[in-house]
């Protein structure tokens, strides 16, 4: 199927559906929709085999895997999740600490009729991934964690003003937590802050171009979805407390991390796993399934295989 995709300015209200998206992917790929009781969650399937989840991050939808979901469909079961709050998936008042959004994966793989899948997650799709395998490991087999961990303590001891040349200053962190302002600013205006984002954190623009940064400025536009997505980061106090309790996670953990995360997973994920593996994904800023799909997707299906 084609889609016309080729945006060149801010996004409008319209645009390529998600099922439109799914189906200009090769391999078959559809779009679905799972009622689990007080959260109704969207996603995009394809493939044949074993399953394998994906979990995306912020500002983004399922679409962030589209350069890997074909590729890794040729020998599994590619869903790919809009998690609570996110995309086509609905937006329940509350809900949005990560133990909760993980139960919510954990439903949708009982759901689909699954008992134990393998979960990647980039992001915020990493926490959540990450909360998954802490909570539900009867339900795992393997964890892929992208350029981000669970939130913890260290997480207090982000710097709000960085000095120059020390790294990129994560603003929207302290931003996505402030009550209500958000979406007075930045509803009708998300392409503004999606475009800045990842043309002053792509190694190479082009690899995010205008039409999907329209795909995830319209994901993100509208005073609800800002509102909902801001409890991903308002709800790390309580991920962080939710941490503490956590044991060591029984399965196999890969790591992909950019330059700026990998002294990080290579200090932190041994804490946290007894079996680890570190990739570290060279031309890349943080949007690594889309930066460096090729890594991503023979990583992951070395690692699951």
Same mark, same amino acid.
């Given at each position: 199927?084609?889609?016309?995709?080729?945006?060149?300015?801010?996004?409008?209200?319209?645009?390529?559906?998600?099922?439109?998206?799914?189906?200009?992917?090769?391999? !078959?790929?559809?779009?679905?929709?799972?009622? +689990?009781?007080?959260?109704?969650?969207?996603?995009?399937?394809?493939?044949?085999?074993?399953?394998?989840?994906?979990?995306?991050?912020?500002?983004?939808?399922?679409?962030?895997? &589209?350069?890997?979901?074909?590729?890794?469909?040729?020998?599994?079961?590619?869903?790919?999740?809009?998690?609570?709050?996110?995309?086509?998936?609905?937006?329940?008042?509350?809900? $949005?600490?990560?133990?909760?959004?993980?139960?919510?994966?954990?439903?949708?793989?009982?759901?689909?009729?699954?008992? &134990?899948? @393998?979960?990647?997650?980039?992001?915020?799709?990493?926490?959540?991934?990450?909360?998954?395998?802490?909570?539900?490991?009867?339900?795992?087999?393997?964890?892929?964690?992208?350029?981000?961990?669970?939130?913890?303590?260290?997480? $207090?001891?982000?710097?709000?003003?960085? &000095?120059?040349?020390?790294?990129? !200053?994560?603003?929207?962190?302290?931003? !996505?937590?402030?009550?209500?302002?958000?979406?007075?600013?930045?509803?009708?205006?998300?392409?503004? +802050?999606?475009?800045?984002?990842?043309? !002053?954190?792509?190694?190479?623009?082009?690899?995010?171009?205008?039409?999907?940064?329209?795909?995830?400025?319209?994901?993100?536009?509208?005073?609800?979805?800002?509102?909902?997505?801001?409890?991903?980061?308002?709800?790390?106090?309580?991920?962080?407390?939710?941490?503490?309790?956590?044991?060591?996670?029984?399965?196999?953990?890969?790591?992909?991390?950019?330059?700026?995360?990998? @002294?990080?997973?290579?200090?932190?994920?041994?804490?946290?796993?007894?079996?680890?593996?570190?990739?570290?994904?060279?031309?890349?800023?943080?949007?690594?399934?889309?930066?460096?799909?090729?890594?991503?997707?023979?990583?992951?299906?070395?690692?699951?295989?």
């Amino acid at each position: 199927m084609s889609v016309d995709l080729d945006v060149q300015g801010p996004a409008t209200p319209d645009g390529p559906t998600d099922e439109e998206l799914a189906q200009s992917l090769p391999g !078959n790929f559809r779009s679905r929709y799972a009622d +689990l009781g007080d959260v109704r969650l969207h996603y995009v399937e394809g493939g044949e085999g074993e399953p394998l989840f994906l979990l995306p991050g912020w500002p983004q939808t399922w679409w962030e895997f &589209r350069k890997v979901m074909p590729s890794l469909a040729r020998d599994r079961r590619v869903i790919a999740v809009d998690l609570r709050g996110m995309g086509g998936s609905s937006r329940p008042e509350g809900g $949005y600490d990560k133990k909760t959004m993980a139960g919510d994966i954990r439903a949708l793989v009982r759901e689909l009729g699954y008992d &134990r899948v @393998d979960v990647a997650g980039h992001d915020i799709g990493a926490m959540v991934a990450f909360s998954f395998a802490a909570n539900h490991p009867d339900a795992i087999r393997r964890l892929a964690l992208l350029d981000v961990v669970h939130p913890d303590e260290s997480r $207090y001891e982000m710097p709000l003003l960085r &000095r120059p040349g020390r790294g990129f !200053n994560m603003w929207w962190w302290a931003f !996505n937590q402030v009550p209500e302002l958000p979406e007075k600013l930045v509803a009708g205006r998300m392409w503004h +802050l999606a475009d800045w984002l990842f043309e !002053n954190s792509l190694v190479d623009p082009a690899s995010i171009g205008p039409a999907d940064r329209a795909v995830y400025a319209r994901a993100y536009d509208s005073p609800e979805a800002i509102r909902a997505t801001n409890r991903w980061y308002q709800n790390f106090h309580q991920d962080i407390e939710d941490m503490k309790s956590y044991d060591k996670i029984g399965v196999p953990v890969l790591g992909i991390a950019s330059p700026a995360s990998i @002294d990080q997973f290579e200090q932190v994920l041994p804490t946290l796993a007894a079996d680890v593996q570190v990739v570290k994904a060279e031309k890349s800023l943080h949007w690594i399934p889309e930066e460096q799909p090729e890594l991503v997707a023979r990583s992951l299906a070395e690692f699951f295989a």
